[in-house]
């Protein structure tokens, strides 16, 4: 499963931070533009799964980048979701005249915009809105709940779900029992670290069940790592 690739376009420093964090939360991979020329340069080096287009930019408008995509080729069928400080219905009408996908108007909040941003995905990219984590063998369905070894189902409980969840999001990095604590039970629950150990020990033994190789590594007084590598 490939992140879906976002490209912010947005000359505000601020809400390209707080776009980036929220995005990147839901496992989006994320590039920045700060004006419209710079658009169509990173459009034409990789293009994006989807664009967060702004209105009003320096050098060339929102509206003309999304106009002069829409003659390429390649940026026809591109995803553009149009972000505006005007929420007027006339202005609506023309981000969508020039082939916006959908339309935001600021403020927003970042829930709003990220069910936007799968709705547009799903219609266009119904593969990429699948909410679908994978590491080697091991897949998550994140709407469902279900987890597959290959071809065979694991039944987790709900903590060891989070805790594989959390893994899929790392693959391959090494965390440390304080990183798990916080990362799959949150700051504020007072949890001793061997309770950890007994997690993964539960998780181990769901996911290797048969004689398969072991997915979790265990590394010395660091902590443990999904291997990204064994099969
Ligand atoms: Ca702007």
């Known amino acids: ?48 799964d989807l664009i967060l287009l702004d209105w009003m930019l320096p050098r060339l408008s929102g509206i003309e980048v999304c106009r002069q995509l829409r003659r390429r080729p390649e940026g026809r069928n591109l995803p553009i979701i149009m972000v505006t400080a005007r929420g ?15 339309y935001i108007a600021k403020p927003f909040s970042p829930k709003e915009l990220l069910a936007r941003i799968r709705a547009v995905l799903r219609r266009v990219r119904p593969a990429l809105a699948a909410e679908i984590l994978s590491c080697g063998p091991v897949t998550m ?19 060891e779900f989070r805790l594989l969840r959390y893994f899929l999001e790392h693959p391959g990095r090494v965390l440390s029992r304080d990183q798990l604590l916080d990362g799959v039970w949150g700051h504020d629950v007072y949890v001793e670290q061997r309770t950890v150990d007994v997690h993964i020990r539960r998780l181990r033994k769901a ?10 590594r265990t590394v010395r007084s660091a902590g443990y790592a999904l291997d990204v590598t064994t099969g």
Do not use: S
Request: hydrophobic share 40%; proline share 4%.
């Open 88 to 102: 007027e219905e006339a202005d609506r009408v023309r981000g969508l005249d020039v082939g916006a996908d959908d």
């Open 141 to 159: 369905d994140l709407a469902t709940h279900k987890v597959l070894r290959d071809d065979r189902e694991i039944h987790l409980g709900p903590t």
């Open 1 to 48: 499963m490939v992140r879906p690739f976002i490209l912010i376009v947005e000359d505000e420093p601020a809400l390209v931070t707080m776009l980036r964090y929220n995005l990147e939360a839901e496992g989006f991979r994320v590039e920045e533009a700060a004006d419209g020329e710079e658009a169509l340069i990173k459009i034409a080096e990789e293009a994006p």
């Open 207 to 216: 996911l290797n069940e048969t004689d398969d190789a072991d997915l979790i």
